[in-house]
C-alpha cells in the first residue's frame, strides 16, 4: 500500500517539475525530546537542467 501511495506522489510532483524528494527518518533508542538520532535521505526525480522551468501549480 505505501509503494502505491509513494509511486503515486512521486509520479504527481514529477509532472508538477519537483525534482528532488527529501525524507527525515529519526528515531531513539530512549525518549529524547530532541530525537538526535536522525537521518535525510534524497531521491533525484527529475532533470537539473541549467535553466529550469517554473514548478506546475497543480490544482486538480
Given at each position: 500500500?505505501?509503494?502505491?501511495?509513494?509511486g503515486s506522489l512521486e509520479k504527481?510532483?514529477?509532472?508538477?517539475?519537483i525534482l528532488n524528494l527529501y525524507a527525515c527518518i529519526a528515531y531513539?533508542?530512549?525518549e529524547d525530546e530532541?530525537?538526535?538520532?536522525?537521518?535525510w535521505m534524497e531521491k533525484v526525480i527529475g532533470e537539473h537542467k541549467q535553466v529550469q522551468p517554473p514548478v506546475k501549480n497543480d490544482q486538480t
Open positions: 500500500m505505501g509503494r502505491k501511495l509513494y504527481r510532483l514529477k509532472d508538477m517539475g531513539t533508542e530512549t530532541y530525537l538526535t538520532k536522525m537521518i
